[in-house]
């Protein structure tokens, strides 16, 4: 009975040991799975880090462009700023026929039209303060054509007048087709832009309804006058249009008409501060909309750092024994 039993033993051992290959066999399997699969998910990890960091470049490029775009926008802002101011102070300076220099460049039309205004209020103070001394009543009595003179200094006035509004279309129709390109800010005006702009059409229509009155005022002073030397030559008495001065005074005064006056008008004094007090306005607002356009450009986001990722340590099953 004995013996049967001894030979039985033996054959179970082989049986166990087949079984701890083949156990061992499928862990190694199933580790090498594991690190595949890690090997794997570790590479996708790395190609989206990558193409995190490509976004990340472009997101850089970007926001330099869009600062070397603002900073060109800035320039050209301060060079139509210069090239106003250089305008307003020429035309101001000359209210006889000048017209702008080719070196002036664009201009925006209400800044324009504030300052052919100016213009011609000066023209029509000049013209309204002319001298009425006897040696002009004089030139009166030799010269009885005044009213053709008259009519020819009207036809040079509409002359001048149909210039400068061709002058204004052409700077309009410039502004609207460089406003419609691409990449132009100026077409989006915020509502304090607008207002401004309203205020400065509202200066311009104030200061054309003034050059309006000074140059009916000029008509009647130029009837007047015209009366006074049809009475001249008929040789009636001269109608007084102003209280006797004194010729000095008078010559201290007043300036002849087609030259420049050294001396300044307070009311073009004043029409001058308006202007620049609504330029530095505009200034300002145009400051503050590109700091708030700065201040909305999008942060990048946070990169994934490298150990992030799940950890590639592998904890096997405890093998039985």
Not at 40 to 64: G, P, R, T
Not at 103 to 113: D, F, N, Q, Y
Request: charge should be positive.
């Amino acid at each position: 009975m004995k013996t049967p039993e001894v030979q039985s033993q033996p054959f179970s051992l082989r049986e166990t040991r087949q079984q701890q290959q083949q156990l061992q066999l499928q862990l190694q399997q199933q580790q090498q799975q594991l690190q595949l699969q890690l090997q794997q998910q570790q590479q996708q990890l790395q190609l989206q880090q990558q193409q995190q960091l490509q976004l990340q470049l472009q997101l850089q490029q970007q926001q330099l462009q869009l600062q070397q775009q603002q900073q060109l926008q800035l320039q050209l802002q301060q060079q139509q700023q210069q090239q106003q101011q250089q305008h307003l102070v020429y035309m101001l300076g000359c209210p006889g026929s000048c017209s702008p220099s080719p070196s002036m460049g664009r201009i925006s039309a209400k800044p324009l039209a504030i300052l052919h205004a100016t213009k011609e209020l000066r023209n029509a103070v000049s013209v309204d303060s002319s001298p009425t001394t006897p040696s002009s009543r004089s030139r009166n009595h030799h010269h009885p054509s005044q009213q053709q003179q008259q009519q020819q200094q009207q036809q040079q006035q509409q002359q001048e007048q149909q210039q400068h509004e061709q002058q204004h279309e052409q700077h309009q129709h410039a502004l609207t087709s460089a406003a419609s390109g691409p990449g132009s800010a100026a077409a989006q005006l915020p509502t304090p832009a607008a207002a401004a702009a309203a205020a400065a059409a509202a200066a311009a229509a104030a200061a054309a309804a003034a050059v309006a009155v000074a140059r009916a005022a000029a008509a009647e002073a130029g009837a007047a006058v015209g009366k006074e030397g049809e009475g001249a030559e008929a040789g009636g008495p001269p109608t007084p249009l102003q209280p006797q001065r004194s010729s000095s005074s008078r010559g201290r005064r007043w300036k002849q008409k087609g030259r420049c006056s050294r001396e300044t008008d307070p009311l073009l004094l004043l029409l001058l501060l308006l202007v620049l007090v609504l330029l530095g306005g505009l200034q300002q607002q145009q400051q503050q909309q590109q700091q708030q356009q700065q201040q909305r450009v999008l942060v990048p986001p946070p990169s994934v750092h490298a150990g992030g990722g799940p950890s590639a340590t592998i904890h096997p099953h405890p093998v039985p024994s």
